[in-house]
């Protein structure tokens, strides 16, 4: 069962909580219009969708205060869907979205989460941080000096606060100051309003306009695919860091379910799927959230600005929020790695090099971890490949794995010495792991043959429990 009933998961930070979550929801506003806007979707259909996820995902996921959303990385993976077969067929792929992310929940595709070395991590974590960072700044061209005033006064209002008063998030206080400032006309402040036409009717319960049929399903399935594994991705990763700020564990596989939960019912309300957003997560972590009663708290909160307080909704400065933001990107960027390069190898600070390069160049999270998690493979299996061939006497003994990779050199060893009678091939450290590691075996054995000398071979305990076997 998903629903989370249990009382730990929901009481004992309820003031907190709830400030943190009315921070959360004005924080995701300005994000999920942005991308709703590049994608080709109606901003409050978009926003709407927000809450729908916010809510479920509240409910039953596995992460709580972890917050969901219309994310911009789903965002884009829609675009060329939208652009050349309309919304319905997104709202199609939408739905397909989450049954794929369900049933990849019961299959346990959260286990694969182990592939994914601690430089891929980091390099993730750093790539986001720089990605909300940069959105920040691309938001301030053309803007005039009194936002950039506001920007700077935000960032060090965001700094200063805390040291007053901790009994209400910064992000909050200043927030609302903000939006009573930009009610000014004189100071000419972008607001949230000048993002994007807010108008338009929330849903209501339906079945997407497409036709049953196959070429539909063709047509949906690469996105809808897509969109499951860059939607895990994102949500998986940004898990553990909300792990480790809060000190405490969530649940993988039940977070996947109920990512394909939020997006099935997203879905079926006309809008666009979501996923867990690291900058919105911690945020609502830095300002007080831990239970799941602040990720309700940013739906609803959500809900009701934009049904009930709309005209008030548009009237925050835009200003604010990217001061905020800026200061979450600066709070979300591992520091940490960067002066643990000097003790890291060169091969796994390449790795978090290459993974933020590719997720801020491509702005897609798929290709950069896919490539770090490859690159990780490939070097530790040619540092696995580097075995140890040392002789004593008429004793060869290998040292390290015997496989596809590193069977050959152990052989060509052996074609490259003057072979004796009684040798002995000691493996006692060098367990055999595939066929080509047993046919390298059996290779030196035929050398031996061929010459009419005789080979003894001791093999690893677990090696000679398996021929037993």
């Known amino acids: 069962m998903l629903l989370s009933i249990k009382r730990d998961e929901w009481l004992g930070n309820v003031k907190n909580d709830l400030l943190g979550g009315l921070v959360t929801a004005v924080a995701l506003i300005p994000e999920v219009i942005g991308f709703a806007i590049i994608a080709g979707v109606n901003p409050m259909t978009a926003l709407f969708a927000s809450v729908i996820t916010a809510i479920v995902t509240s ?28 919304i319905e067929y997104m709202i199609a792929a939408t739905i397909l979205t989450g049954v794929f992310q369900l049933l990849f929940g019961y299959l346990g595709i959260h286990k694969l989460m182990r592939f994914i070395s601690k ?6 974590v750093n790539a986001l941080a720089l990605l909300i960072f940069l959105a920040q700044i691309q938001q301030l061209e053309h803007q005039n000096g009194t936002t950039y005033a506001v920007v700077g006064i935000t960032v060090v209002l965001m700094y200063v606060l805390p040291r007053v008063t901790r009994a209400v998030p910064p992000a909050l206080i ?5 939006t009573c400032i930009a009610l000014m006309p004189q100071l000419q402040l972008q607001t949230v309003g000048d993002l994007g036409e807010m108008t338009g009717v929330l849903a209501l319960p339906g079945i997407p306009m497409v036709p ?28 553990p860091l909300i792990n480790k700020m809060t000190g405490t564990l969530g649940d993988n596989k039940r977070e996947v379910k109920s990512q394909g939960l939020a997006n099935i019912i997203t879905g079926f309300f006309g809008g666009p799927a979501g ?3 690291i900058g919105q997560a911690v945020i609502n972590v830095e300002s007080g ?3 799941r009663l602040s990720t309700l708290t940013a739906g609803l909160t959500l809900f009701i600005l934009i049904v009930f307080f709309k005209d008030v909704m548009v009237q925050i400065p835009t200003a604010a929020l990217i001061g905020i933001m800026i200061v979450v990107a600066v709070k979300t960027f591992s520091w940490s ?7 890291l190898p060169a091969t796994e600070t390449a790795i978090m090099v290459v993974t933020v390069i590719l997720v801020v160049y491509t702005h897609n999270l798929a290709i950069g971890i896919l490539v770090g998690v490859l690159l990780s493979m490939v070097i530790f299996i040619v540092q696995l490949a580097n075995i140890n061939v040392s002789r004593e006497n008429k004793t060869v003994k290998v040292t390290g794995p015997l496989f596809f990779v590193s069977a050959q050199t152990m052989i060509t060893y052996f074609e490259n010495i003057t072979l004796e009678d009684g040798m002995r091939l000691d493996l006692s450290e060098a367990p055999i792991w595939d066929k080509a590691g047993r046919d390298a075996v059996i290779t030196i054995r035929h050398l031996f043959e061929e ?3 005789s080979l003894e071979v001791t093999t690893s305990a677990t090696d000679s429990e398996e021929r037993r076997n």
Do not use: Q, W, Y
């Open 337 to 343: 790695s960067l002066r643990e390069i000097p003790r």
């Open 451 to 453: 010459a009419d000398l």
């Open 212 to 239: 049953f049929t196959f070429e539909t399903l063709v047509i949906i399935t690469p996105t809808a695919l897509a969109l499951a594994f860059v939607g895990l991705m994102e949500s998986l990763l940004t898990l």
């Open 174 to 178: 200043i927030i609302v100051a903000m």
């Open 59 to 86: 409910l039953t996921g596995g992460r709580p205060a972890m917050m969901s959303a219309a994310a911009g990385s789903m965002a884009l993976v829609m675009v060329v869907l939208i652009k050349n077969h309309g």
């Open 289 to 291: 959230g831990r239970k």
């Open 275 to 277: 996923c867990a957003m």
């Open 119 to 124: 430089p891929v991590m980091m390099g993730f």
